[in-house]
Protein backbone atom coordinates (compact mmCIF):
# COMPACT_ATOMS: atom_id res chain seq x y z
CA UNK A 1 0.00 0.00 0.00
CA UNK A 2 1.32 3.63 -0.94
CA UNK A 3 -0.10 6.25 1.16
CA UNK A 4 1.27 9.84 -0.44
CA UNK A 5 1.48 12.83 1.85
CA UNK A 6 2.26 16.46 -0.06
CA UNK A 7 3.88 19.47 2.09
CA UNK A 8 4.83 22.86 1.23
CA UNK A 9 1.98 24.77 -0.37
CA UNK A 10 1.26 28.09 1.11
CA UNK A 11 0.57 32.00 0.06
CA UNK A 12 3.34 33.60 -2.71
CA UNK A 13 3.48 36.85 -4.57
CA UNK A 14 3.60 36.26 -8.02
CA UNK A 15 7.37 35.70 -9.55
CA UNK A 16 7.76 34.05 -5.93
CA UNK A 17 8.72 30.79 -5.25
CA UNK A 18 7.63 27.31 -3.31
CA UNK A 19 8.81 23.82 -3.47
CA UNK A 20 6.68 20.63 -2.71
CA UNK A 21 7.00 17.39 -1.07
CA UNK A 22 5.65 14.46 -1.63
CA UNK A 23 6.75 11.73 1.43
CA UNK A 24 5.67 8.31 0.85
CA UNK A 25 7.44 6.27 -1.50
CA UNK A 26 8.58 3.25 0.86
CA UNK A 27 9.06 0.17 -1.63
CA UNK A 28 12.83 1.40 -2.98
CA UNK A 29 12.92 -1.95 -5.38
CA UNK A 30 9.89 -0.91 -7.56
CA UNK A 31 9.59 1.07 -10.27
CA UNK A 32 6.84 3.69 -9.96
CA UNK A 33 5.47 6.87 -12.33
CA UNK A 34 5.23 9.56 -10.31
CA UNK A 35 3.09 13.04 -11.43
CA UNK A 36 2.27 16.25 -9.76
CA UNK A 37 -1.35 17.57 -10.50
CA UNK A 38 -3.05 20.61 -9.38
CA UNK A 39 -6.78 21.91 -10.15
CA UNK A 40 -7.89 25.40 -9.77
CA UNK A 41 -11.58 26.04 -9.13
CA UNK A 42 -13.66 25.22 -11.64
CA UNK A 43 -11.35 23.72 -13.70
CA UNK A 44 -10.30 20.24 -14.74
CA UNK A 45 -7.52 18.42 -13.19
CA UNK A 46 -4.20 19.07 -14.90
CA UNK A 47 -1.21 16.78 -14.90
CA UNK A 48 1.80 19.53 -14.87
CA UNK A 49 4.90 16.99 -14.69
CA UNK A 50 6.03 13.10 -14.11
CA UNK A 51 9.18 11.44 -13.34
CA UNK A 52 9.67 7.76 -14.47
CA UNK A 53 11.91 6.33 -11.26
CA UNK A 54 12.91 3.28 -13.69
CA UNK A 55 15.02 5.78 -16.22
CA UNK A 56 14.43 9.17 -14.63
CA UNK A 57 12.31 10.67 -17.55
CA UNK A 58 11.14 13.37 -17.05
CA UNK A 59 7.33 15.27 -18.58
CA UNK A 60 6.25 18.86 -17.91
CA UNK A 61 2.74 20.56 -19.46
CA UNK A 62 3.68 23.48 -21.56
CA UNK A 63 2.32 25.94 -18.80
CA UNK A 64 4.84 25.14 -16.36
CA UNK A 65 7.99 24.07 -18.80
CA UNK A 66 11.05 26.04 -17.54
CA UNK A 67 9.23 28.00 -14.17
CA UNK A 68 9.05 24.03 -12.35
CA UNK A 69 11.27 21.12 -12.07
CA UNK A 70 10.45 17.26 -10.80
CA UNK A 71 12.65 15.48 -8.85
CA UNK A 72 12.84 12.72 -6.40
CA UNK A 73 15.07 11.84 -3.87
CA UNK A 74 15.03 7.93 -3.60
CA UNK A 75 16.78 7.16 -0.47
CA UNK A 76 14.08 9.13 1.14
CA UNK A 77 11.16 8.39 -0.89
CA UNK A 78 9.99 11.74 -1.95
CA UNK A 79 8.94 13.29 -4.87
CA UNK A 80 9.86 17.87 -5.00
CA UNK A 81 7.96 19.77 -7.30
CA UNK A 82 10.01 22.95 -7.71
CA UNK A 83 8.22 26.09 -8.63
CA UNK A 84 9.67 29.28 -9.48
CA UNK A 85 8.05 32.29 -11.09
CA UNK A 86 4.88 31.66 -10.00
CA UNK A 87 1.97 33.27 -11.69
CA UNK A 88 -1.65 33.81 -10.42
CA UNK A 89 -2.80 31.16 -12.73
CA UNK A 90 -0.97 28.46 -11.02
CA UNK A 91 -3.35 29.01 -7.95
CA UNK A 92 -4.80 25.43 -7.34
CA UNK A 93 -4.90 22.58 -5.01
CA UNK A 94 -1.34 20.63 -6.27
CA UNK A 95 -1.64 16.91 -5.73
CA UNK A 96 0.87 13.80 -6.55
CA UNK A 97 0.13 10.91 -7.14
CA UNK A 98 2.01 7.29 -8.31
CA UNK A 99 1.36 4.14 -10.73
CA UNK A 100 3.77 0.89 -10.11
CA UNK A 101 5.68 -0.01 -13.66
CA UNK A 102 7.47 -2.25 -15.19
CA UNK A 103 11.38 -1.59 -14.80
CA UNK A 104 11.33 -1.30 -18.57
CA UNK A 105 8.06 1.06 -18.42
CA UNK A 106 7.21 4.51 -18.49
CA UNK A 107 4.25 6.88 -17.54
CA UNK A 108 2.17 7.92 -20.54
CA UNK A 109 2.49 11.58 -21.30
CA UNK A 110 0.55 13.94 -20.95
CA UNK A 111 -0.13 12.23 -17.58
CA UNK A 112 -3.81 10.36 -17.69
CA UNK A 113 -5.81 10.48 -14.27
CA UNK A 114 -7.22 6.86 -14.77
CA UNK A 115 -3.31 5.73 -15.06
CA UNK A 116 -2.81 6.52 -11.36
CA UNK A 117 -4.01 4.19 -9.06
CA UNK A 118 -2.42 6.10 -5.74
CA UNK A 119 -2.89 9.86 -4.72
CA UNK A 120 -2.28 12.27 -1.96
CA UNK A 121 -5.11 14.36 -0.17
CA UNK A 122 -3.47 17.76 -2.42
CA UNK A 123 -1.75 20.77 -0.76
CA UNK A 124 -3.05 24.42 -1.62
CA UNK A 125 -0.98 26.98 -3.66
CA UNK A 126 -1.90 30.36 -3.56
CA UNK A 127 -0.09 32.95 -5.66
CA UNK A 128 -1.10 36.76 -5.13
CA UNK A 129 -0.90 39.05 -7.84
Known amino acids: QVQLVESGGGSVQAGGSLRLSCAGLVDKWSHYCMAWWRQAPGKEREGVAS????????YYSDSVKGRFTISQDNDKGTLYLQMNSLKAEDTAMYYC??????????????????????WGQGTQVTVSS
Open 97 to 118: AADRKAPMGACENPPQEVDFAY
Open 51 to 58: FFTGDGSI
